[in-house]
């Protein structure tokens, strides 16, 4: 079975502070995303990789960056924390379509839950 | 973003009664997935139905797919208290990576 594991269940920091989310996935998958849910908005893609040093905005980039310097890695970094960033985090992974088939589930880590102060 | 929508918000049902969710988008689609997610947990692929298909089975799950209504529902048959949890439908459109979300049905099965 793929595992995607998110270093922290849970997670406290101080307005300002820079925050790093790391997200690990063992299956060899090429595409890695960072999604936020909150109550009443659902899923928003906030980024995803395509491949190893490679990313794309998703719906809500602002206030956040990226960081794929190997391919079982993806990491999500809030340069300067912000109260409105608190959120759950949830990490995904997914191999890219193939020949013939673009039907490619996302597998979930468990979530980062994020309280900024 | 072009985020689907389920219905209704929440659902709560006796345990053996079967539970129905629908999911409208707006855009055309590649396929249509469903997703359901247990507290505090991450989510779980549950079954996916592509664009040319109008129904598709897997054990208690039984989704179908109307493009020309732009819909999907998703039936679970003779539910269980385990089965309490929330479900989401996702669809990927001409992009090969992205799935957009809907905002999910919150199902309760009550023993």
């Known amino acids: 079975d793929v595992k995607v594991t998110q270093s922290s269940r849970y997670l406290v920091k101080r307005t300002g502070e820079k925050v790093f989310l790391e997200c690990v996935q063992d299956m060899d998958h090429e595409n890695m995303f960072w999604y936020r849910q909150d109550p009443g908005l659902g899923l928003r893609l906030i980024y995803f990789?395509?491949?190893?040093?490679?990313?794309e905005k998703g719906d809500i980039p602002e206030g956040y960056s990226v960081s794929r310097e190997k391919k079982e890695r993806f990491s999500l970094i809030l340069e300067s924390a912000s109260t409105n960033q608190t959120s759950m985090y949830l990490c995904?992974?997914?191999?890219?379509?193939?020949?013939?088939?673009?039907?490619?589930?996302?597998?979930f880590g468990d979530g980062t839950r994020l309280s900024i102060l | 973003s072009q985020q689907g929508e389920e219905d209704p918000q929440a659902l709560s049902i006796q345990e053996g009664e079967n539970a129905t969710m629908n999911c409208s988008y707006k855009t055309s689609i590649n396929n249509l997935q469903w997703y359901r997610q247990n507290s505090g947990r991450g989510l779980v692929h549950l079954i996916l139905?592509?664009?040319?298909?109008r129904e598709k089975h897997s054990g208690r799950l039984r989704v179908t797919l109307d493009t020309s209504k732009k819909s999907s529902s998703l039936l679970i048959t003779a539910s269980r208290a385990a089965d309490t949890a929330s479900y989401f439908c996702?669809?990927?459109?001409?992009?090969?990576?992205?799935?957009?979300f809907g905002k999910g049905t919150l199902l309760t099965v009550n023993p």
């Open positions: 996702a669809h990927r459109g001409g992009s090969n990576y992205k799935l957009t």
């Open positions: 995904a992974s997914s191999l890219s379509p193939g020949l013939g088939s673009m039907d490619q589930p996302q597998h």
């Open positions: 990789s395509y491949d190893v040093k490679m990313k």
């Open positions: 139905i592509r664009s040319n298909e």
